[in-house]
Every structure is written in C-alpha cells, then in structure tokens.
C-alpha cells in the first residue's frame, strides 16, 4: 500500500506574495525584519507551516527541521513520535547545521578591529580566545547593525536591493558570532583560511537534541545504520 503525508518545505520554495515575480518567501521583506500583512493570512510560506503545524502527520528534511526549530516556538514542541529517514546521515545533517563559516570580507566591512585581531600572527586560538573576540566582534558590529535594521524598517518594500544585501551579510555574520560565543568548547575544530575561519563540531552527537527537540518516541530508519553508529 502507498504510503505518503504532507511535505513541508523551507520559503524557497515559496512565492512571496507581494515581491515581483520570482523571488520566494525566503527573501522577502519578513526576512529583513518588517512586519509583512501577509503574515497573518495569505502568505504562501506562513499559511502552509500552520496547515504543518495541526497536522496528524508532516513530512519535512533534515535542514528545515533543525532552522525552523533554532529557537523556541518552532515545529518540535507537542510532537509524539520523530521518525528519521536515512538516519545514518543525520550527524552529517546536524554538523552541517551547527557549522559556522566567519568570511573575512564581511568582518572587514563590519568589524575592522576584530577582523585585525582575527589575523595577528600571535593571536591565543583556545576556545576561550575565539569566545572573546567573537563577543568583542559582536559588539563592534552592533551599532552597524542597528543602522542598517533601521534603514530597512524605514523603507520597507521599496528599499533597495543593495541595502537588503548588506543587511543580510551582517545578520548572518552576527549569528556566527552569536554561535561561537555560546557554543564554542574544545569539543569544536576550527580551521584559518586566506578567507576566513570555519568552526565546526568534533562530535555532533553531543547537540543531538537540538534534532529530537524532546520528542518521547524516536524512530530511526536506515538501510545503512550500523550499530556502531547507534
């Protein structure tokens, strides 16, 4: 017997409903932090993630899964029973998900002086040091931040598309940084590059709640799953 249930996608795969044609849900202005009447009722993206939401049963991948429940009052809270396809690939997913790549043409833009710091030849490299800078970076980049935020609450759907560029880097870098400061420990490896730094987690078992999300039953499926990976 076929067996399927409603799938539930990321806003790329969205239309936005006010945006001209071809830009999706995931670069709309309820993105940049403007408040969209859409959001409410007749949004594409929004309505079906209620539609998800007080469904007996929702399908969705391992990345939508982990970002929609980043911070309270996403799709794991009541949930009785996660079931995990090609469960074998779920640490790969949840790595991925916690990744952290800091680019150093945004740090240059937006914070000169830990960009400077980030290259000193000198510079400590314990986990405390990264969580220092990524806090002194965090403060630099506030007030730049702000302006930018306020731009874009002033012009809304008409500003341009320079500005929502600029403003999406810097919302990004910050939740890097937001991430090292908080999570950062010796379980994490961290690599320098011409480019930037990347940070990443030795043994992404370890945030496995982050993917269960206090489910009380789970299921974990797999043609591959070995016990070792158990």
């Excluded at 090609?86 to 680019?103: G, N, Q, Y």
């Amino acid at each position: 017997k076929e067996f399927s249930m409603p799938t539930m996608m990321g806003m790329a795969n969205y239309p936005c409903v006010i945006a001209p044609a071809g830009i999706n849900c995931d670069h709309g202005i309820c993105k940049l932090g403007v408040k969209c009447a859409y959001q409410e009722s007749g949004c594409h993206y929004f309505d079906a993630a209620k539609r998800a939401r007080v469904a007996a049963e929702i399908s969705v991948n391992y990345a939508y899964w982990l970002n929609i429940n980043r911070t309270p009052g996403g799709m794991g809270g009541g949930i009785k029973l996660l079931a995990l396809d090609e469960a074998h690939d779920a640490p790969k997913h949840l790595s991925s998900f916690l990744r952290v790549d800091i680019s150093d043409e945004d740090l240059r833009k937006f914070c000169k002086a830990s960009f400077k710091s980030r290259l000193d030849p000198e510079k400590d490299e314990t986990p405390e040091a990264w969580i220092s800078w990524a806090k002194a970076a965090l403060d630099e980049s506030g007030p730049e931040h702000g302006k930018l935020a306020a731009q874009i609450q002033a012009q809304g759907l008409g500003a341009p598309g320079w500005l929502k560029a600029e403003f999406r880097k810097i919302k990004e870098l910050r939740a890097g940084l937001e991430t090292i400061s908080t999570e950062l420990s010796d379980s994490w490896a961290w690599e320098k590059s011409r480019s930037g730094a990347a940070f990443e987690p030795l043994d992404p078992g370890k945030f496995a709640e982050r993917l269960f999300c206090g489910a009380p039953k789970i299921c974990l499926t797999s043609a591959t799953l070995t016990q070792a990976q158990i």
